[in-house]
């Protein structure tokens, strides 16, 4: 129940927040909605207000703004209501429209952090040589070395952060190291020889080789109070990083380094919001930003059916003066929605089988 609960109120609030960023721009350049949804499928509820009905609908997968003049059939409008038809609006004022949806779900992204930081402060990780993880099998482990012991010394060179006992270990080259480490409150004295092995970075990539012994800072975390010009700073900070990090994604899925199972659809979805929402709703709103950018960005890929082919088709009539004709549009979208579907048969099947793993 948690998990379906936590599911709803994150996929939710990130549809409308999408579908509220056409709904704006499209009232800001006078286009008539005919409708907002949040969801697909049969209605469950709607109201009318004014010339747009809002409703909310059975599959809560998705949204969408209906706005008058957007389909083919609709194109051909009396000259008295061109004014409020999509398709009659300039290049630029259709392309922020389609943009629009995209942008607001990175600058929800932003916002969540910045109050996020305002609220809590700003997370800092403990600058300190407390071991955190101890690798099995590594040299650390066989040494005697444990999670919780905190690095004193190294070949006789006193250690007051992490970057200290990096620079001890790298600078070894696998000769055995004497580590005095702080168990409770007692000094021991271990020998550790550094071995040869991989660095990955968060991909999985090896990024280069150096000596390790096997051993995790402790990922403590405390929060630092800082003022309003500082807290949006950092949120802005935390933003290009999902941005760096899901641009970065998609390109490392097409380069097969992240394998195509790794790929989660909903099922996925919903299991980590659950699992958030049990850690606390600061791990919840953390990952709805994270969500939020992931959206923003999955948007605006150029694929027809999607706001990014929307845009590419809109970019190509701005070039040549007159829109990509009809049949090629229809046919791209029919693509799409193909391609789409596959997708999520896909993704669906990577979360079952998860599940059943």
């Given at each position: ?6 599911f ?12 509220l ?10 286009v ?5 949804s ?21 599959f ?23 004014y409020g ?6 290049v630029?004022e ?17 916002v ?15 600058d300190?040589?407390?071991?955190g ?14 999670p ?36 409770g ?22 990024v280069?080789?150096?000596f ?6 402790d ?22 990083m999902?941005?760096?990090?899901t641009?970065l994604?998609?390109?490392?899925i ?29 791990n ?45 549009q ?8 193909a ?19």
């Open positions: 129940m948690n998990t379906i609960v936590s709803i109120i994150v996929l939710g609030v990130l549809i409308f927040v999408h579908e960023g056409h709904f704006l721009f499209a009232k800001l350049f006078g008539r909605v005919l409708k907002f949040l969801g697909f499928g049969p209605k469950l509820i709607g109201r009318v207000v004014g010339e747009t009905e809002y409703v909310i609908s059975v809560p997968l998705g949204g969408y703004v209906k706005m008058f003049g957007e389909n083919p059939d609709e194109q051909q409008v009396d000259e008295a209501e061109r038809s999509f398709a009659h609006k300039s630029w259709r392309f922020c429209i389609v943009l629009a949806g995209p942008v607001f779900n990175l600058i929800f992204a932003l969540l952090f910045f109050f996020l930081f305002v609220a809590i402060g700003v997370p800092r990780s403990a300190s040589s407390r071991i993880k101890v690798t099995e099998g590594s040299p650390a482990y066989s040494a005697g070395i444990k919780g012991d905190v690095v004193v010394r190294i070949d006789g060179n006193e250690v007051k952060k992490w970057d200290d006992v990096l620079d001890g270990v790298r600078k070894s080259e696998g000769k055995a190291l004497k580590m005095v480490v702080r168990r409150q007692e000094d021991i004295t271990l020998e550790v020889a550094p071995k040869k092995d991989g660095v990955k970075n968060v991909f999985g990539e090896e280069e080789r150096r390790m012994i096997g051993i995790v800072k990922d403590e975390i405390s929060y630092v109070k800082v003022g309003l010009p500082q807290a949006f700073i950092e949120a802005c900070g935390q933003t290009w999902y941005i760096s990090l641009v994604g998609f390109v490392k097409i380069q097969q380094v992240i394998p195509a199972s790794e790929m989660g659809g909903p099922i996925l979805i919903a299991q980590i919001a659950g699992e958030q929402m049990k850690a606390g709703w600061i919840l709103l953390y990952f709805m930003g994270l969500l939020s950018v992931n959206l923003g960005i999955l948007n605006l890929l150029p694929i027809p059916v999607l706001d990014g082919g929307h845009l590419v088709f809109l970019s190509i009539e701005g070039v040549r003066r007159k829109p990509v004709h009809e049949k090629v229809i046919i791209a979208q029919q693509i799409g929605i391609l789409l579907g596959a997708l999520m048969i896909f993704v669906f099947y990577n979360d079952i089988a998860r599940i059943l793993k």
